[in-house]
């Protein structure tokens, strides 16, 4: 039975960004309107012990994001189960009736599919994680009631766009009766590694002997519920950096080589993907790509410490190549590194949000406050387009 205080959060990513930016913000403005729906039938609101006696929303669109050189875009929701599964349903079938899966990366960089970001279908990836609420919450579930909850809404999200016959459907995680994980149901089951600019070659790949499922017509979509809720960090490479430095990196930054090679970062999982965009722009660079499985244990602030680490021994390295051309250069973290940043969500910002932001004034809460939702939303879509242009 789901607590009635589990609250979750669900980040949806589909192939598609520029070449569809009228039917991406179509489906942003629809389920802003079904949020909103929701919302309105609940304008009692949820008081819950945990927020101290204030109320929380439903649901709602907590950001919107896309990325045009990985013609890549995600919608990240929070709330409640059933409003989460709701309108996480909606949006991906009509995503998936109104979005044609191109055979090819359409962000005009000449590339084609190799500049893609890894995919397996037109809604690629789909995660449902649980939410820690306050700890000062009587009825606060503990972690496996949680973890069930949003492996629940997984599910649930799961059969109704199962429904539809346009993809196939992999569960991972807590919503798989063998607690699989997301890496081997991609490696085992599609062929994420080998899509888009998937050039990691240390990554395992899809044994010969693998039966892949027949392909449906927007291809596949990989469901499930990590064991806590996931961040994303991505760090954009200068072009003085070249691919075999940029995989350096890559292991350098990854979880699982800690006890083998004495470096990496608790819980990070990493890949290189080249980046490119036009000339103009930019061009082709590398980024390394990182979840972080466990923020909690390897944060953001873990990566940047990490990363500069390596640029050290790029340093070092550098130097000593240079000294030996009688030559000398100054080689800041702006020769390295172009960008790092954070991608989607964090749990603190789910949770401030369904709460409008923490308000503080007790007559004119937040969460119930039509002026808070409308400035919110408003934000989000105008961001999305934006990043669409």
């Known amino acids: 039975m789901v607590p009635p205080a589990a609250i979750v959060a669900c980040n949806i990513y589909i192939t598609a960004a520029a070449s569809h930016s009228s039917t991406l913000l179509s489906l942003l403005r629809r389920a802003q309107d079904q949020c909103r729906q929701l919302r309105s039938q609940d304008e ?5 012990e945990f927020s101290g006696n204030k109320f929380i929303a439903p649901i709602s669109i907590i950001h919107a994001y896309a990325d045009i050189p990985y013609d890549r875009s995600s919608f990240h929701l929070a709330g ?3 409003c989460v599964s709701d309108v996480a349903s909606r949006l991906i079938c009509n995503a998936l009736n109104e979005i044609d899966l191109d055979c090819t990366n359409n962000n005009k960089s000449g590339e084609g599919n190799e500049s893609r970001h890894p995919f397996v279908g037109l809604c690629d990836h789909v995660s449902v994680m649980p939410l820690a609420l306050p700890i000062n919450s009587n009825d ?14 997984a599910r649930e999200i ?15 995680g807590k919503a798989c009766p063998n607690n699989t994980p997301l890496a081997t149901v991609r490696r085992e089951m599609t062929s994420f590694f080998k899509s888009g600019g998937a050039v990691d070659k240390d990554l395992p790949s899809t044994e010969a002997t693998t039966v892949l499922p027949d392909k449906k017509l927007k291809g596949d979509t990989t469901i499930g519920t990590p064991d806590n809720f996931v961040e994303n960090f991505n760090i954009r490479l200068t072009s003085n950096v070249s691919l075999d430095q940029a995989k350096t990196l890559t292991q350098f930054l990854r979880g699982r080589n800690i006890s083998t090679k004495g470096y990496g970062v608790a819980g990070v999982e990493a890949l290189t993907l080249p980046y490119v965009r036009d000339p103009c722009e930019g061009g082709k660079v590398y980024e390394v790509a990182c979840n972080l499985t466990n923020p909690k244990e390897g944060s953001a602030d873990d990566i940047m410490s990490q990363l500069q680490k ?17 030559g000398t250069k100054e080689f800041c973290f702006g020769y390295f590194v172009e960008d790092a940043y954070p991608v989607g969500t964090t749990e603190e910002q789910c949770i401030e949000v369904l709460l409008g932001k923490k308000c503080n004034d007790e007559h004119d809460t937040g969460a119930l406050n039509k002026a808070f939702w409308e400035e919110h939303d408003k934000e989000i879509f105008h961001k999305f387009q934006e990043l669409l242009q």
Do not use: F
């Open 310 to 326: 390596w640029i050290e021994k790029q340093k070092e390295h550098l130097s000593t190549e240079k000294d030996s051309e009688n």
């Open 158 to 172: 799961g059969k109704q766009i199962s429904r539809t016959n346009l993809v196939n459907v992999h569960y991972y």
């Open 80 to 82: 409640t189960p059933d």
């Open 140 to 153: 606060s579930p503990h972690g496996n009631s949680r973890c069930e909850a949003a492996a629940k809404v």
């Open 44 to 48: 009692d609101g949820r008081r819950n």
